[in-house]
């Protein structure tokens, strides 16, 4: 379920409700109405299922070490770090 995907994803993230809706091209309000059951496109359910695998991947059992190891590929690569994930 999508709901429970972002939830998850959130949580290990440690990204923001902004930071996630950037990732996904969408508005917060978009990303909120996913994380409470309504309906996504398949392209973004796709999208939300390999970015979640990605954050599973790296996840180092703290969101904050999380969140700065997602962030901090985006100034390594001088900005466009964001991208990886979207």
Excluded: C, Y
Excluded at 1 to 16: C, D, N
Excluded at 56 to 68: P, T, W
Aim: glycine share 12%; no cysteine.
């Amino acid at each position: 379920m999508a709901g429970a995907a972002i939830g998850e994803l959130r949580r290990l993230s440690g990204l923001t409700w902004d930071q996630l809706a950037r990732v996904f091209s969408v508005s917060r309000r978009s990303l909120h109405f996913w994380a409470s059951g309504k309906p996504l496109a398949s392209n973004n359910e796709e999208h939300l299922h390999r970015v979640l695998a990605v954050v599973r991947k790296i996840d180092s059992g703290a969101a904050s070490e999380n969140r700065s190891a997602l962030l901090g590929v985006r100034e390594e690569l001088g900005g466009a770090g964001g991208d990886l994930l979207a």
